[in-house]
């Protein structure tokens, strides 16, 4: 069936280092997209979002960029944090009509201080 | 002052047991969902309810009974717990209805119920 993957199970940064988890969706229709972020003993948390009309959308140190033509997602995450590690998972639904998000497996990301 | 609450938190029981886990939403949202999430951390949608109607029902075991007694509150009850039903469990909300193309999907997750199925 058609899921939500991502390439990389755990993401190693140093502290201060950009970081870059990437997301690939098989569902040509979805045409919204979220990343959420999961700390140890809590449930996931918003971080942002993008619409397919749009190719990037920018927050506070965080950039999500989308690609329709080869199906690709990516969370970019400037100077990380100690606070930043985390699971992160990019999550899709078709904005249309009653939905639930369909969310990929995680990615761990660890960083070094 | 929690916006998604669940309870309890933690549940241990026996395999065969009947138990609940409860939750409640105070962001007026009309939308709740339950998530299921295995060891892999993997997060699959159980059912979803708008203003109280059952509008998502995946493909979940009949022992597994959501239970909506007002658009607050979205309760899960399951029946004859297996090994296999270890897992977290997350309860969410959302604000569907905004009018017309003013959806937002953003969901408002609780802290989780971990239940473990000895």
């Known amino acids: 069936g058609e899921s939500v993957g991502l390439h990389l199970p755990t993401l190693s940064v140093q502290e201060g280092d950009n970081s870059i988890i990437n997301c690939a969706y098989s569902?040509?229709?979805?045409?919204?997209f979220i990343w959420y972020k999961q700390e140890s003993g809590k449930g996931p948390q918003f971080i942002i979002d993008?619409?397919?009309?749009?190719d990037k959308r920018q927050g506070q140190r965080v950039t999500v960029l989308l690609n329709k033509t080869v199906k690709h997602l990516s969370l970019q995450i400037a100077a990380t944090q100690p606070g930043d590690s985390a699971v992160y998972f990019c999550?899709?639904?078709?904005?249309?009509?009653?939905?639930?998000?369909?969310f990929g497996s995680g990615t761990r990301l660890q960083v070094q201080p | 002052d929690t916006a998604v609450s669940q309870t309890p938190k933690y549940l241990v029981t026996q395999m065969g047991n009947d138990k609940s886990i409860k939750c409640e939403q105070n962001?007026?949202?009309?939308?709740m969902y339950w998530y299921k999430q295995d060891s892999k951390k993997f997060l699959k949608i159980m059912f979803s309810?708008?203003?109280?109607?059952?509008?998502i029902n995946e493909t979940v075991p009949n022992r597994f009974s959501p239970k909506s007694p007002d658009k607050a509150h979205l309760n899960l009850h399951i029946n004859s717990l297996e090994l296999g039903d270890s897992a977290v469990y997350f309860c969410?909300?959302?604000?569907?209805?905004?009018?017309?193309?003013?959806?937002?999907?953003?969901?408002?997750f609780g802290e989780g119920s971990r239940l473990t199925v000895l």
């Open positions: 962001l007026g949202h009309d939308t």
């Open positions: 309810y708008n203003n109280k109607e059952l509008i």
């Open positions: 993008i619409r397919s009309n749009m």
């Open positions: 999550a899709e639904t078709l904005d249309t009509g009653r939905r639930a998000l369909t």
């Open positions: 969410a909300s959302s604000q569907e209805n905004r009018g017309v193309g003013l959806k937002t999907g953003e969901l408002f």
């Open positions: 569902n040509s229709a979805s045409d919204y």
